[in-house]
């Protein structure tokens, strides 16, 4: 079993920042992805950013030049900087990851959401 664990969320003011942590632990042979999804009331989850094992990353076009996704892979985790935040970006912010575990298998997983909202 996998779990994700996030951090980082809460109340900041437009212009501000925040950087969000998701941290996976439990039987992980290897990680081929992860990434960081949003969902604001009565809208559906979309995918914010999000980094490929050898391939790159990737982000959604609101968001280009205002977050940046990296990775520990020391540690097997995923952080999104959040700059320049709008109050369009008020939303939950769930993690996602694509996990090969030891029976070579790919399983995904979500963490518990964290909080963001962008206010004054």
């Known amino acids: 079993q996998v779990q994700l664990v996030e951090s980082g969320g809460g109340l900041v003011q437009p212009g501000g920042s925040l950087r969000l942590s998701c941290a996976a632990s439990?039987?992980?042979?290897?990680?081929?992805?992860m990434g960081w999804y949003r969902q604001a009331p009565g809208k559906q989850r979309d995918l914010v950013a999000v980094?490929?094992?050898?391939?790159?990353?990737n982000y959604a076009d609101s968001v280009k030049r205002r977050f940046t996704i990296t990775k520990d892979n020391a540690k097997n985790t995923v952080f999104l900087q959040m700059t320049s935040l709008k109050p369009e970006d008020t939303a939950d912010y769930y993690c996602?990851?694509?996990?090969?575990?030891?029976?070579?298998?790919?399983?995904?997983?979500w963490g518990q959401g964290t909080q963001v909202t962008v206010s004054s």
């Open positions: 996602n990851a694509d996990i090969i575990a030891y029976n070579r298998r790919s399983y995904a997983y």
């Open positions: 439990g039987s992980i042979f290897s990680i081929n992805r």
């Open positions: 980094t490929i094992t050898g391939r790159g990353t």
